[in-house]
């Protein structure tokens, strides 16, 4: 026994440092984990989400049960547009834990940009549900009233903005998203209120002077438009649209110089603005600056070739410079591109009238005629080729039907009684 004794303590011994060493592993490892979990909140507060991303990743490997890892992680990549990567990962924490509320807000605003707006709808509403002390609805409530937003369901989104509004009156965000649905339904007056809200929670909010000074517009308040643009521009002198639209108040007002000032302005700020070059080259026509006005809208064209209302433009300007063929060419282009030209029919007839080609000009007055068959114009026009041409049977059929839709009309009367005292 005495032999024994000292190999029982050497046994012992062993046992006890075998069990010193696995209790001192497990601290290390859990000093560790926690290092690596603080590391990564630190390189995400710092926007290092590459970094981040890497220690949520070795933490994961030593603990793939805790669920916000996952959600930390989620967040990295969707702050790098990761989108997709970051909604597996939320699946993941809401897998683990599936009344973890934050994955199903996070998720949610993630599926906005996949444009599954019906998966971010079924996450803000899930969360909603799941009761929180850390967390109010009315962020929740915004998320899921912008995806009804942009599925067209306009009552449910002022819903759900307004129920947001509820929980927290200062929520400039909810009112500002509110005030944009309300122009979509065409409630200027409501989105104004709404905007006024915006503003007084956050005076350099300037989106909301910007879709104010729109819904001013929408109600012809043209002079409360300038003002609102212009607070946009001392808010933030880069911003190109704002200018254009201040451009655009001016031009209602017909004062074209200043708009010109307005739109040149926006010009030096995005050289790629079409908008703005058409725009000028319409108040350009105002002013009888033909030439300039077809530089802006070739300008437009080069931009962006399926601009229609540019060559509308570029073919109006070039008929005061009576220059027709290239007018014509012009006009056809902006009817192939948008439908709504198909009036310009008539203005290709008035540039082969000027031609002096007479048949080609009542072939286009025709077509325009299929289009608008009460058109007097139209009708008289024919009348007045077919009498060039010397075709005066088909000059006296369309001026009596344009005489009988506008007797009183002086042009048509002079023209009807001219036309039918030909000898046949």
Known sequence: PEVKIPLLLSQLQGN???LNAIDIGQKVELVDKHSLLSKGNTNFINNNFIDAIENFNCFIEIEPSYAPAYCKRAEAKYKLEDFVGSIKDFSKSIDINPNFKKAYVERAKAKLFINDYLGAIDDSSRAIEIKSEMWRNFNILSVRGSSKGILKDYLGAIDDFTKAIEIDPKYALAYYKRG?????????????DDFIK???IDPKFSQAYYNRGLSKI???????????????????????MAYIKRGFSKVKLEDYKEAIDDLTKAIEI???????????????IELKDYLGAIDDFTKAIEIDPKFSEAYRGRGESKMKLEDYSGAIHDYLIAIELNEKYKHFYEYIGDCYSSLNNHKKSIEYYLIFLSI????????????????????????DKYIR???ELAPNDELIKENFHRMTNFQF
């Open 16 to 18: 006890l440092n075998n």
């Open 270 to 284: 995005d050289r790629k603005s079409s908008k703005a070059y058409v725009m000028r080259g319409f108040s350009k």
């Open 198 to 200: 915006v503003i007084e």
């Open 218 to 240: 929408e109600l012809k308040d043209y002079l409360g438009a300038i003002d609102d643009f212009t607070i946009v521009t001392e808010i933030d002198p880069k911003y190109a």
């Open 180 to 192: 944009f649905i309300k122009i979509v339904l065409k409630d200027y007056l409501g989105a104004i």
């Open 372 to 395: 608008e068959p009460d058109s007097i114009s139209a009708l008289n026009s024919i009348a007045i080729q077919y009498e060039e041409i010397g075709e005066l049977w088909d000059a």
């Open 401 to 403: 039907k344009a005489f």
